[in-house]
């Protein structure tokens, strides 16, 4: 029997189905599945076939077991066969099918059986959200990648490796390959330890195990660590101090620890007091100022086999209440392995929400106490396999993504950890500008769009094409300003906020220019205080004004620039000239003959706004212009 193995399981929580053997038959091979031994479970079911002994019940029970091993061949093999001798199929082995249809890399099938779960379970978040969101793979799986991914090569073994963590520019992470550690039912490889590595150049090598009491004969899960770093967070089957506790059912669950950094050594372990030997707590993320500790937990009243939760960390080092992230990131599947980035967003692993198979990492930006919406990461980061514990520092634009999309050697698929380096912002703007005529409401073909940043920078540029359009991919989260010019129109402009993603409609209108130089509409421009640069902005408006010198060459402009009141007038008077030239200077560099231009500074004489010394800064401002008068040559 060929044997496809997942480890990172062993730290996942996963509900036992039942507890009970169908009948005398199925008793050894139920006692083996109920304890979480699927490799003896599987193994005894298989027999049951053998023997043409099996029945729609073990057939469900094979294909959940090497669900659970991630076999997504023999998954599916027993799904279907299951399916095929059930009339009434449970929706979580048909939401189980399709995801090991995933897995595989079979999309439309797995659409198909994504379908008939949505019948069965109409009311199922899952349920909801696939026939809500009917192009999620196709937009999922064309979308531009937003990270390259490398296998940590210098760290991977030939047994599982997962779960990478950085503090203090070392890698912490989770190993299976400390062989002489007991081998663990679940997957026969050896049980899990901490392990830490040291930066070398641009990887990191010489993994050796942590130092202290973290590690034991148990499996350990990831970490993460105080800011102050003299604490440690990490995720351990129920063991302390010797004693090995089981639940009702005789598995013991994991629990929370946390130890304390002595003389180089995390010592001192202590369970966290919200722990239960009867449900899971683990993989643990502190929010950047360290007073919250989230975590995933299935512990009872959540929305499925396992929620996110957060906890207050008070200052005499007691917890709150732990608290239920909500249904807006928790659904009826898994979601694990939460990570907090320095701005308080959101990294987890689901296979509850819409993904490409298996876990899927996704993110949730921070929305005050709470969280937005949930977005899939997309490929590389994620695969038709398992991928998880994500972690990503903003500042170096890196971090890690475990997976098992590594293939299988020795017929194990293990888990391996790869480095993630950004390439492309996590949220766009696609946004469409159309540009009309402010009198006819027809659109204008062949407009120049121009896009600024927050800091006055050109980011992108384009002509509307024939329906009037000019398309833009943009970062989100930031403001945006959009000017528009066009042949024998006024140029305008509009604003896009840094709440905007996704799609963003603009529809920009302009107003025809008139022959008429007392007609056409000049805006000022303005300086800085004390300077008498371009600004970009002031360079929109002077684009303005050349565009018509440009349309109309019996047209000459008068500029007159000002100052504020603050200064001596003799300072403010060359203050002004310079601003004329400036002015001046940027009509001809950009093709004004100078004979069509004439200038003035008029220091602080002719104020805008009659405030004196009484003037807010924005009423100095106005008062720091230049000025256009146009005027119709006579021949």
Known sequence: MKKYFYTVTVLLFVGVLSLNAQNKATEKADKYYDRLQYVKAAEEYEELVEDDEADAYVYKKLANTYYNLYDAENAQKYYKLYLDNEANPEAEALYRYAQMLKASGDYDESEEVMKQFAEVAPNDKRAQSFKNNRNYLNNILNSDPKFEVTSLDDINTELSDFGGYVFDNKLYFVSARNKSRRDYGWNDQPTLDVYVAQKVGDTYKDAELIEGDVNSKYHEGTVSISPDGETVYFTRNDYLDGDYNKNSNGVGELKIYKATLVNEKWDDVQELPFNDSEYSTGHTALSPDGKTLYFSSDMPGGSGESD?????INEDGTFGEPEN??????????ENFPYIDSEGTLYFSSDGHLGIGGLDVFYAKAEGSSFGDVVNLGQPVNSSGDDFAFYFDLNEETGFVSSNRG?????????????????????????????????????????????????????????????????????????????????????????????????????????????NPESIDLKPIYFEFDQSNITAEAAFELDKLIKTLEKYPNMDVLVESHTDVRGSNAYNQKLSERRAQATVDYLIENGVPEDRISSNGLG?????????????????????????TLALKID
Do not use: W
């Open 407 to 515: 293939g299988v050697a020795e017929n194990v698929a293990n888990d391996n950890i790869y480095m993630v380096k950004q390439i492309a912002p996590l949220e766009e703007i696609m946004l469409e500008v159309k540009v009309i005529d402010s009198d006819s409401d027809e659109i204008i073909a062949g407009a120049e769009v121009l896009i600024y940043d927050e800091e006055d920078n050109e980011v992108a540029s384009a002509t509307t094409d024939a329906d009037g359009v000019a398309n833009f991919t943009l970062p989100g989260r930031i403001a945006y300003d959009v000017q528009v010019n066009a042949d024998d129109y006024e140029s305008n402009s509009a604003a896009v906020s840094k709440d905007e993603v996704g799609e963003v409609n603009l529809e920009v209108a302009l107003d025809p220019i008139q022959v």
């Open 308 to 312: 996110l939760y957060k906890v207050a």
């Open 604 to 628: 602080e004489t002719k104020p805008k706004i009659e405030c004196g010394s009484e003037c807010t800064e924005e009423e100095h401002q106005k008062n720091r212009r230049s000025e256009f």
């Open 325 to 334: 992230l909500g249904s807006g990131i928790n659904t009826p599947g898994r």
